[in-house]
């Protein structure tokens, strides 16, 4: 942009240029084999720069080790050079990657907030984090299908959003939850047994509609009660 700022498009992981050892140059040079080096420089920009390992840079594929072990750190690290040649590659090729404007950016985040606890709130656990984490894959992968086309979309505010949202939905619920419960519990407890009560509340829902069944009442009476009683 105008202040220099610029968004490396990055062609991939080391190895994604064509490399010359300058040893190799040198032979050839010393051979006369002007076919070799016209073949390798002939009409091509030339980067000068070093393999050393204290000249490597974390680039966006930094777990990539080009079917290197990823147990040894600077397999997986980009010479130097190498990001001086992706950068100007970018700026020839004119594959510039663009950012979401902020306002794009605030209506992800309030959108995955808003997704996160509407989803808690709804639906029962263990299903809502399930949904949760389908929705944060594919958005991923949406994430990777926009930056093949040069837009950048934000990862870490959107995600860091819905985990906010999803843990204070959670908590408000277990806490209205519970003090409905209490509410319930005491309301039964007058007119049922304990039991009844916590079966009741366990069920997650009230039987008012009764059912059909055949029942057998017996009525009895004490001869003379209300004289005894009295």
Sequence with gaps: DRS????VNYRGPEGSFPTISMGSVLEAANKQDSGELKRWFDGKIVLVGTMDPLDRKATPFF???????LSERTLSLTPGVEVQASILNTLLSER???EVPRWGTL??????AMLAALVVLRIRFPLAPAILTVAVAAYFGASVWWLGRGWVLPVVGPLVSMLLAGSASYGADALTEGRRRRLLQEMFGRYVSKEVAEELLASGELPLGGALRTVTVMF????????YSQ
């Design 4 to 7: 220099g700022y610029l968004l």
């Design 63 to 69: 777990l990539s080790s080009n079917g290197n072990l």
């Design 96 to 98: 510039f990657l663009r």
């Design 107 to 112: 209506l992800l985040i309030l959108c995955w």
């Design 220 to 227: 009895t009476d004490i001869r003379n009660y209300t004289s």
